[in-house]
T-cell receptor, first 114, second 110 residues
Framework: EAGVTQFPSHSVIEKGQTVTLRCDPI?????LYWYRRVMGKEIKFLLH????????ESGMPNNRFLAERTGGTYSTLKVQPAELEDSGVYFC????????????FGPGTRLTVT | SQQGEEDPQALSIQEGENATMNCSYK?????LQWYRQNSGRGLVHLIL?????REKHSGRLRVTLDTSKKSSSLLITASRAADTASYFC??????????FGKGTRLSVIA
């Protein structure tokens, strides 16, 4: 069974540009989560989809971040315009149901904003 | 916040020794989980311990949970060079998402 995949693995962009990260969850997992780890800090929750609906987006830092999950399959996270402080590793995770608690993480996308 | 805080931030040991990492959190939880991240890789789920459990084993891993002290420990016995990674605890309370600590960077020297 394929795990959670993320694309790209690494992105380097200039301040003010736009970047779109993609996450493909494990097939059949309704729950999809985005997290990020800024250098030297803890991994922080960004948002949670249940199928195509945003269940909880309390962790989204500001309106420069837009997440979508069309059709309840893969998800994208767009940063527009990117700022220096957006640099970090963005993780995606999926789970089958909330009561399972265990989330399966992708390898992450390392975003560098210069 | 029920942020997990790992201790120590970095740990260096010889192969074959045991490694102990601690985690503290602030509010009540449903469960606590430990994850490992190898350099450049994603997070790998190691073990989950529920709030009504006190100890759990999985292979060379032993996790304890003390809800009265709001703390947990992860023990890796007979460490190997391949155990070199960052280890994170994460807590779950109700329907809240995982709340991670900053992690402990473990280096196992062959």
């Amino acid at each position: 069974e394929a795990g959670v995949t993320q694309f790209p693995s690494h992105s380097v962009i200039e301040k003010g540009q736009t970047v779109t990260l993609r996450c493909d969850p494990i097939s059949g997992h309704d729950n999809l989560y985005w997290y990020r780890r800024v250098m030297g800090k803890e991994i922080k929750f960004l948002l949670h989809f249940v199928k195509e609906s945003k269940q909880d987006e309390s962790g989204m830092p500001n309106n420069r971040f837009l997440a979508e999950r069309t059709g309840g399959t893969y998800s994208t996270l767009k940063v527009q315009p990117a700022e220096l402080e957006d640099s970090g590793v963005y993780f995606c995770a999926s789970s089958q149901d909330l009561t399972a608690y265990e989330q399966y993480f992708g390898p992450g996308t390392r975003l560098t904003v210069t | 916040s029920q942020q997990g805080e790992e201790d120590p931030q970095a740990l260096s040991i010889q192969e074959g020794e045991n490694a102990t990492m601690n985690c503290s959190y602030k509010t009540s939880i449903n469960n606590l989980q430990w994850y490992r991240q190898n350099s450049g890789r994603g997070l790998v789920h190691l073990i989950l311990i529920r709030s009504n459990e006190r100890e759990k084993h999985s292979g060379r891993l032993r996790v304890t949970l003390d809800t009265s002290k709001k703390s947990s420990s992860l023990l890796i016995t007979a460490s190997r060079a391949a155990d070199t990674a960052s280890y994170f605890c994460a807590t779950v309370g109700g329907n809240t998402p995982l709340v991670f600590g900053k992690g402990t960077r473990l280096s196992v020297i062959a």
